[in-house]
């Protein structure tokens, strides 16, 4: 089946800084990818989805300036946490849906954030 | 209330017997129905689509009753690597926002004995 790689596959860092984290579909376009999170013992929740050239949208309740998503060609999106801080500590996963099957879509490995 | 609930578990299960378990969704209009399996701390996927009428893939069996707005899965035969968190997966064509959005279930834990 398809592919999609998240880079990195943990991340630990200090309050305050910034994370990028990277998602690419490696056998297919896709130009829409969509960025999740999930917390322990709970369901993904889906943050954002990022179109190939231009604005993400953002589900309700999560900041746009503090979760930076760029979608900047058809295999890869990044999401930047900014300013990191505990309770953003969480399991992010992206999934990627191929632009040739628009109802499939393929996740990530996720990556495992702590903000200390 | 929850869009996609399901009941958390765990089902505990011994090797070779059945469980069944089922997840309801409150958007009448959803399309799509998906079950997915998640391994401790790794993504998900995709375990089997869910259609209209009912349909099996090898030991596993998933059904939809959109007038009762559920579906269930259906798992025979149990071996110990089903062990594993079952999220069921609902999708809305309702408006072009909402298009391909997949709504996630928090999961249903299954443990298969030895």
């Known amino acids: 089946g398809a592919v999609v790689s998240q880079h990195p596959s943990r991340v630990i860092c200090k309050s305050g800084t910034s994370v990028k984290i990277e998602c690419r579909s490696l056998d297919f376009q896709a130009t829409t990818m969509f960025w999740y999170r999930q917390f322990p013992k709970q369901s993904l929740m889906l943050m954002a989805t990022?179109?190939?050239?231009?604005?993400?949208?953002?589900e309700q309740g999560v900041e746009k300036d503090k979760f930076l998503i760029n979608h900047a060609s058809l295999t890869l999106s990044t999401l930047t946490v900014t300013s990191a801080h505990p309770e953003d500590s969480s399991f992010y996963i992206c999934?990627?849906?191929?632009?040739?099957?628009?109802?499939?879509?393929?996740f990530g490995p996720g990556t495992r954030l702590l903000v200390l | 209330r929850k869009e996609v609930e399901q009941d958390p578990g765990p089902f505990n299960v011994p090797e070779g017997a059945t469980v069944a378990f089922n997840c309801t969704y409150s958007?009448?209009?959803?399309?799509?129905f998906f079950w997915y399996r998640q391994d401790c701390r790794k993504e998900p996927k995709l375990l089997m689509s869910?259609?209209?009428s009912g349909n099996e893939d090898g030991r596993f069996t998933a059904q939809l009753n959109r007038a009762s707005q559920y579906i269930s899965l259906l798992i025979r035969d149990s071996k110990l690597s089903d062990s594993a968190t079952y999220l069921c997966v609902v999708t809305s064509s309702e408006t072009t926002d909402s298009w391909g959005k997949l709504q996630f279930g928090a999961g249903t834990q299954v443990v298969v004995t030895p």
């Open positions: 999934s990627a849906r191929d632009i040739r099957v628009q109802e499939t879509q393929y």
């Open positions: 869910v259609y209209s």
């Open positions: 958007n009448s209009a959803s399309q799509s």
């Open positions: 990022s179109n190939e050239g231009s604005k993400a949208t953002y």
